[in-house]
């Protein structure tokens, strides 16, 4: 308290270890992770809660479990600890130029040309900013990024879940890739209800495009015969062209498909892919991250 009895307005230090505590719900525990010692944790405790004029945990056989208070502080602490953190690394930029790692995950299809494209662009206004790039599938460049493994990720399609923040990098337009002499290679455009009794060849089941190919099939009214998986699109591309199947593969500007593939276009509401960027929004990112999201997001 102040002399005047006012609450002395919490630190992004009391956030951060009331933030703690709520999710371990042991003092013991909470001081470890923490690196600080169980009194001061038990001061910073009493001290929010003589703040807030309220109890914020139930004591429950040795643990302390959030009570409605605490969860409606919870909430709150989060947020404005994440805002703090974030101003704190947004004045620290103001004093050092722009530096440091980028960590950034992809599909392995976006290796080919988006990736390279946005990196060289960002390193000429950036010199000094390093990447350090990663390839799996959708899922898991997801999941890369919740665990602070990376910065930022590009994938497709947006995922489902809302713990990542998805910006739109580029729609894709999706076509039926047949074989050079298949009876749909003629066509000017095709169904996909057309290619029910096909082969599909497709990515494995963690990848994105497969996601897509499951949710156009069933809307087409039909499940896919799969006879051939890949974690690789060109390798789908390939073994397209060798008359083993079809595939539902996205139509690029200057795409790296080999000879013998031939991409019809789908008719009806045409079939698209959103591409884009994930970051996590409780996270307060790097000025160089910050700056590379908004480069790829304007570009």
Do not use: K
């Amino acid at each position: 308290m102040t002399a005047a009895g006012r609450p002395v307005p919490s630190t992004s230090d009391d956030l951060a270890r009331f933030i703690t505590l709520a999710e371990t719900e042991h003092m013991t525990d909470a001081a470890a992770a923490l690196r600080i010692t169980q009194p001061t944790l038990s001061r910073t405790l009493a001290r929010l809660e003589a703040d807030i004029g309220a109890p914020l945990f139930d004591r429950r056989h040795g643990r302390l479990v959030l009570n409605a208070s605490g969860e409606i502080y919870l909430d709150h602490a989060r947020r404005a600890h994440a805002e703090l953190e974030a101003a704190r690394a947004q004045i620290a930029d103001l004093r050092s130029p722009s530096q440091g790692t980028i960590r950034l995950s992809f599909l392995h299809s976006f290796g080919v040309a988006l990736v390279p494209r946005l990196v060289s662009g960002f390193r000429e206004r950036e010199p000094r900013v390093t990447f350090e790039l990663s390839q799996f599938a959708a899922g898991t460049v997801t999941e890369r990024v919740l665990a602070d493994e990376a910065d930022l990720a590009i994938v497709s399609p947006r995922p489902a879940t809302s713990a990542v923040a998805f910006g739109l990098l580029a729609v894709q337009r999706l076509a039926l890739a047949v074989p050079a002499g298949h009876p749909l290679a003629e066509r000017a455009s095709v169904h996909l209800s057309e290619a029910a009794d096909a082969d599909f060849i497709t990515m494995h089941p963690e990848f994105g495009l497969r996601r897509i190919l499951e949710e156009r099939c069933a809307a087409a009214g039909f499940r896919p015969r799969i006879a051939f998986e890949s974690s690789e699109s060109f390798t789908v591309a390939g073994l397209v062209a060798a008359g083993l199947g079809v595939a539902l593969l996205p139509v690029d500007e200057d795409p790296l498909w080999p000879p013998g593939l031939v991409l019809v276009p789908m008719s009806g509401p045409a079939p698209t892919r959103e591409v884009g960027l994930i970051w996590r929004p409780d996270t307060a990112l790097p000025r160089a991250v910050r700056a590379f999201r908004d480069y790829a997001l304007d570009a």
